[in-house]
């Protein structure tokens, strides 16, 4: 006898504010509550310590703001399921300040998110800042051949070339600066910090917002849940 079919609701939330600070597995652990709160029919593994099927996106690292962030939710096959219109409002009353469904929906298959993903969107909104001197940094790196970093792998020393992984780079608005960068996450993602550092711009007195996440496809770089889910709502 087959398993019945997965049935997989994926969201797309905000992570701002204070909540920013939390890292990512206590984030975990306040998905778990809030949709433990909801009612949300929840699936769970099978053995000893059963854990609720719960698939995040790629990790946001830790002060870092976002509003566009994803996890996969597996729902009990054989439990009724709260529908799409309603479990967004569901689930934003039991979600602690800074983090708001603002989308969700229904997956045909579970791609990894994690594997799926292939760039991010971000935002550095700077507190100050000379644009004529952002603007003369910007250049040079897109101008780059190749931008070698340090990085640490497996305890281990690596130096790699970011300068394919950046596609878009550009300083946005006047009295208010703001850095908007399109950054690969294959064969690994670059970071924000990564990117400010090789531009000799201060990390202090900044705000790094993700505000994408893209999957490419055969016509178009799409998020998410344009990719994979059969029935979207948004909040």
């Known amino acids: 006898m087959n398993p019945p079919p997965k049935h997989i609701r994926r969201v797309c939330y905000t992570k701002t504010g204070k909540v920013r600070f939390i890292s990512h597995r206590d984030l975990a652990r306040c998905w778990e509550r809030s949709l433990r709160k909801a009612g949300v029919a929840v699936a769970y593994s099978q053995g000893f310590s059963p854990r609720p099927r719960i698939a995040f996106g790629l990790a946001l690292p830790t002060g870092y703001e976002s509003t566009a962030e994803y996890l996969d939710i597996e729902l009990e096959p054989d439990r009724a399921s709260a529908p799409l219109e309603s479990f967004a409002a569901m689930v934003n009353e039991t979600l602690p300040s800074g983090m708001c469904v603002l989308a969700v929906g229904d997956v045909s298959h579970a791609t990894s998110l994690q594997e799926a ?8 909104r700077l507190a100050a800042g000379d644009r004529s001197a952002i603007e003369e940094s910007i250049a040079a790196v897109l101008d780059a ?8 792998r497996k305890g281990k020393k ?15 608005g006047e009295s208010a600066l703001c850095i908007h960068a399109d950054l690969g ?3 690994r993602a670059l970071r924000p910090d990564e990117l ?17 996440q893209l999957i490419d496809t055969e016509l178009a770089r799409l998020d998410p849940l344009s990719v994979d889910a059969v029935s979207v709502v948004h909040a």
């Not at 760039?119 to 550095?124: A, D, G, R």
């Open 117 to 124: 993903v292939t760039s991010c969107i971000w935002e550095v």
């Open 145 to 152: 051949d190749e931008l070698l970093i340090e990085r640490e």
């Open 196 to 212: 400010l550092r090789i531009m000799s711009i201060s990390l202090s007195d900044r705000v790094v917002v993700r505000t994408a």
């Open 185 to 187: 996450t294959k064969p």
């Open 158 to 172: 690596v130096v790699d070339n970011i300068r394919p992984l950046i596609t878009e780079l550009e300083v946005r």
